[in-house]
């Protein structure tokens, strides 16, 4: 696993290369965000996905770029095309959406930051490709084939990689690492709800210490 500086996230492949597992997390008090992020820092993951399925998701976007150094800072959940001036404003570093219909998908391309744009078929990974895009979020994962149709989509589209995420876990990550067209996972597994809630950080370091653990054990097949 190469490892990439934070000053340079120019690109979704730096954006692949940063970790082997991107933290989905979804905060419900700002304040929750900054800890939480250097936890994972000191866990050795240097990258997270901070969502807006809570109210408290933009400002925790916001603390995290402006206070935790050397952490790429990453706006998920983006499914609206205003939500993404919104989270560049904010100061995140990449966009990730979990589909890419067309006004998303222009408005997510044209904001300049790196994209992880979601595709959960082969259509839609194509459709991507034509937005000048060849890495990309595979979502819903397992729901959606898993590692099997990355592996077949590899067959017509040797050029794409991936970002697979929902339903990745502890058990299946090496599997899906192990993949020639996937960059990284992505999974919630890493900040537990309850964890978070009551500020479990200790908790939050172990699980990213086990998660970073997984770019020294896995061998390209
Ligand atoms: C995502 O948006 O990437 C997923 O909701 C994460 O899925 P998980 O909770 O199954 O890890």
């Given at each position: 696993m190469t490892s990439t500086p934070t000053h340079e996230i120019r690109t979704p492949a730096d954006v692949l290369a940063v970790s082997p597992v991107i933290p989905v997390v979804v905060v419900e008090?700002?304040?929750?965000?900054?800890?939480?992020?250097?936890?994972?820092?000191?866990?050795?993951?240097?990258v997270i996905e901070l969502t807006l399925r809570?109210?408290?998701?933009l400002g925790a976007i916001e603390a995290v770029a402006r206070e935790?150094?050397?952490?790429?800072?990453?706006?998920?959940?983006?499914?609206?095309?205003?939500?993404?001036?919104?989270?560049?404003?904010?100061?995140?570093?990449?966009?990730?959406t979990p589909g890419s219909p067309p006004r998303l998908l222009e408005a997510a391309v044209g904001s300049g930051l790196p994209l992880l744009a979601g595709a959960g078929t082969l259509t839609e990974m194509l459709t991507i490709a034509e937005a000048g895009l060849t890495e990309m979020k595979f979502f819903p994962a397992e729901a959606s084939g898993g590692r099997s149709y990355l592996s077949s989509v590899a067959g017509p589209c040797p050029q794409l990689r991936f970002c697979p995420t929902g339903g990745v876990t502890p058990g299946n990550a090496r599997d899906y690492l192990a993949l020639p067209n996937v960059g990284c996972v992505g999974g919630s597994w890493l900040t537990p709800r309850d964890a978070v809630a009551r500020g479990d950080w200790?908790?939050?370091?172990?699980?990213?210490?086990?998660?970073?653990?997984?770019?020294?054990?896995?061998?390209?097949?």
């Open positions: 008090e700002v304040e929750q965000a900054v800890p939480l992020a250097q936890a994972l820092l000191r866990g050795g993951i240097r809570s109210e408290a998701g935790v150094e050397g952490m790429v800072v990453g706006a998920g959940t983006v499914v609206a095309p205003a939500q993404v001036q919104q989270v560049k404003d904010a100061g995140a570093q990449f966009v990730v200790g908790r939050v370091e172990e699980l990213a210490a086990a998660a970073s653990a997984l770019a020294s054990s896995t061998a390209p097949e």
